[in-house]
């Protein structure tokens, strides 16, 4: 049972890994467009409308991607999450325009921060819809829409950028392109395969959908602060072209952590069904092979970074740092933990039971907030790692405690 669920899931690995590669790799070119054509503090204001947009709207999200994915038994209609959907990515966009007034003053930063925050809005709407493909099991649609937006978002982002020169008008075309995907082909995926119509948003489902998904989106918004707040506060109390700087050789660890990503996604399906069956040594099995891959990644990346780190951050951003040696190596310090603990986030909250998410991740801002407050003004980026360091092995010793409480409480039920 445990080899042909493991083939099964492979296959939707793969394809996971293609699509979420292709958007990794777009993420990579924003990062590279705005280093090479622009500067480092050019990717510094995007990297900082980045981290001051995404904890706002993932809370916002509420894991709808999750709750619709693990939502076995159709307990809420589809049609309600997507309402619940547009509603909090109206409150969402209100609460960042709000916070971006209050933060800055800067014209340039607080209409990055806008501009990011609407295409994220269409990002998480396409991310609802991954949810049902996902449940389906047809990876391949996902795939299929990743690598579209990601081809076309490169493409207008060069465009733009090279021919205006402009941040904000280069930020405006991946707004265009990321709505465009979402409306003519998510969209039209999703009623190919549902139909149109469904049930009124009603006060059960609601109280339902924010249950369970009230600790996802306080959840995310922790797991998106751990990495966000070294951002913020090396942004802040740095500046943007040292902030430009950390993005860029972050942004080679981000392709990695979507590896991780890919194969969670796809590995979620069947830890949800092993565990709800109570199938529990297929389900450790899934795990103790995720996290094992997670962390053998993030060694990897290690050593390549060791080796030739230097010369891929010059590539992006025209030079190395010009105070830290071999940066790219120090950056990618954090990786492993990182990566393991994205994993275990997979494995736990593929039980259902997602209290345990809130706290962990609670510590795990705390800690990487405290390290990062402390450290990042007298070290800079070397103090953000740290911070990355430490919250990220933290992250990793609590999820292993939880996990092994759920499961103990599980079998003694």
């Given at each position: 049972?445990?080899n042909?669920?493991?083939?099964?899931?492979?296959?939707?690995?793969?394809?996971?890994?293609?699509?979420?590669?292709?958007?990794a790799?777009?993420?990579?070119?924003?990062?590279?467009?705005?280093?090479?054509?622009?500067?480092?503090?050019g990717?510094?204001?995007?990297?900082?409308?980045?981290?001051?947009?995404?904890?706002?709207?993932?809370?916002?999200?509420?894991?709808?991607?999750?709750?619709?994915?693990?939502?076995?038994?159709?307990?809420?209609?589809?049609?309600v999450?997507?309402r619940?959907?547009?509603?909090?990515s109206f409150?969402?966009?209100?609460?960042?325009?709000?916070?971006?007034?209050?933060?800055?003053?800067?014209?340039?930063?607080?209409?990055?921060?806008?501009?990011?925050?609407?295409?994220?809005?269409?990002?998480?709407?396409?991310?609802?819809?991954?949810?049902?493909?996902?449940r389906?099991?047809?990876?391949?649609?996902?795939?299929?829409?990743?690598?579209?937006?990601?081809?076309?978002?490169?493409?207008?982002?060069?465009?733009?950028?090279?021919?205006?020169?402009?941040?904000?008008?280069?930020?405006?075309?991946?707004?265009?392109?990321?709505?465009?995907?979402?409306?003519?082909?998510?969209?039209?995926r999703?009623k190919?395969?549902?139909?149109?119509?469904?049930e009124?948003?009603?006060?059960?489902?609601?109280?339902?959908i924010?249950?369970?998904?009230?600790?996802?989106?306080?959840?995310?918004?922790?797991?998106?602060?751990?990495?966000?707040?070294?951002?913020?506060i090396?942004?802040?109390y740095?500046?943007?072209?040292?902030?430009?700087?950390?993005?860029?050789?972050?942004?080679?660890?981000?392709?990695g952590?979507?590896?991780?990503?890919?194969?969670?996604?796809?590995?979620?399906?069947?830890?949800?069904?092993?565990?709800?069956?109570?199938?529990?040594?297929e389900?450790?099995?899934?795990a103790?092979?995720?996290?094992?891959?997670?962390?053998?990644?993030?060694?990897?990346?290690?050593?390549?970074?060791?080796?030739?780190?230097?010369?891929?951050?010059?590539?992006?951003?025209k030079?190395?740092?010009?105070?830290?040696?071999?940066f790219?190596?120090?950056?990618?310090?954090?990786?492993?933990?990182?990566?393991a603990?994205?994993?275990?986030?997979?494995?736990?909250?593929?039980t259902?039971?997602?209290?345990?998410?809130?706290?962990?991740?609670?510590?795990?801002?705390?800690?990487?907030?405290?390290?990062?407050?402390?450290?990042?003004?007298s070290?800079?980026?070397?103090?953000?790692?740290?911070?990355?360091?430490?919250g990220?092995?933290?992250?990793?010793a609590?999820?292993?405690?939880?996990?092994?409480?759920?499961?103990?409480?599980?079998?003694?039920?």
């Amino acid at each position: 049972m445990f080899n042909k669920s493991l083939g099964k899931t492979g296959k939707g690995a793969i394809w996971t890994l293609l699509g979420n590669g292709s958007y990794a790799l777009s993420q990579f070119f924003i990062i590279f467009a705005l280093g090479r054509i622009l500067n480092a503090e050019g990717v510094g204001v995007y990297s900082y409308a980045v981290s001051l947009a995404t904890p706002v709207l993932v809370f916002c999200n509420l894991g709808l991607r999750i709750q619709l994915m693990t939502d076995v038994k159709q307990e809420v209609p589809l049609s309600v999450y997507e309402r619940t959907r547009l509603i909090t990515s109206f409150i969402g966009m209100l609460v960042l325009m709000g916070l971006v007034v209050a933060l800055n003053d800067n014209r340039l930063v607080i209409s990055a921060v806008l501009l990011v925050g609407l295409a994220k809005t269409f990002e998480y709407q396409s991310e609802l819809f991954y949810g049902l493909f996902q449940r389906l099991y047809h990876f391949r649609v996902i795939a299929f829409s990743l690598a579209l937006k990601s081809v076309l978002v490169v493409f207008a982002i060069l465009t733009t950028v090279i021919v205006t020169g402009d941040l904000l008008a280069g930020l405006l075309a991946v707004l265009f392109v990321t709505a465009a995907v979402c409306i003519f082909y998510d969209r039209n995926r999703r009623k190919s395969l549902i139909g149109t119509g469904g049930e009124r948003l009603n006060s059960a489902s609601l109280k339902l959908i924010l249950y369970t998904g009230l600790p996802l989106g306080v959840s995310a918004l922790l797991i998106s602060l751990n990495v966000n707040i070294p951002r913020l506060i090396l942004g802040g109390y740095v500046g943007m072209s040292e902030l430009g700087y950390f993005a860029s050789a972050a942004a080679f660890v981000q392709v990695g952590s979507l590896v991780i990503i890919s194969l969670g996604q796809a590995l979620a399906p069947r830890m949800t069904v092993a565990f709800q069956a109570g199938r529990y040594a297929e389900y450790r099995k899934f795990a103790l092979a995720g996290v094992g891959f997670a962390v053998l990644t993030g060694m990897i990346g290690m050593g390549v970074a060791y080796a030739w780190g230097e010369f891929f951050l010059a590539l992006v951003v025209k030079s190395t740092h010009p105070e830290v040696q071999n940066f790219m190596f120090w950056v990618f310090l954090a990786a492993p933990f990182q990566y393991a603990m994205s994993m275990y986030g997979f494995v736990v909250s593929s039980t259902r039971r997602n209290r345990a998410l809130v706290y962990v991740n609670l510590a795990v801002s705390v800690g990487t907030a405290l390290v990062g407050w402390y450290l990042i003004p007298s070290q800079g980026s070397l103090g953000a790692v740290w911070a990355l360091v430490v919250g990220s092995m933290l992250g990793c010793a609590l999820y292993t405690i939880v996990l092994v409480k759920n499961i103990r409480d599980q079998i003694g039920s």
